[in-house]
Structures are given as C-alpha cells and as structure tokens.
C-alpha cells in the first residue's frame, strides 16, 4: 500500500487528472493550482503552503509540471 496521502493521476484524453487525498476522489484538475483548491475544500489545514514538488506524492503520467495543454 502507498504511504502516499496525495496521488495524481495521469492525464485523460483532455487533459484532465483525477486527484484523489487520503484514498478519495477529490476532483479533476487541468492544472497544478487546482489541486490546491481541492485540499482546501477537503479540509487540509495551510493547503495554499502544501509543497506539491514533494517526492512524496503519487504521481502517475508526469511530474508537478506535466500539465497538457486543453484541447
């Protein structure tokens, strides 16, 4: 099992990444601040200083600046 809390998926056919937190789906990011917002709103306490460059997060299709251009 991953000790990882944070796991970001790779991208879809539209650029999108499935972001899940502790096991759970918490949205769709199309890019990295979204995923800010999304720890904001399930409840991560200082989510706007969480390092999102940090090894310890899952990553799955590229690192924190893979971030495809929309359609």
Known sequence: MSSARLVINAPDENGW??????????GLAHQLSDIVVFLQEAGLEDAET???TSELIKRRGGG????????
Not at 17 to 26: A, E, M, N, P, Q
Not at 64 to 71: F, L, Q, R, S, T
Request: charged share 35%; proline share 19%; aromatic share 14%.
């Open 17 to 26: 990444r499935r972001v899940r937190w502790d096991g759970h789906s918490i």
């Open 50 to 52: 969480f390092d999102l």
């Open 64 to 71: 924190p600046e893979a971030w495809p251009e929309p359609p």
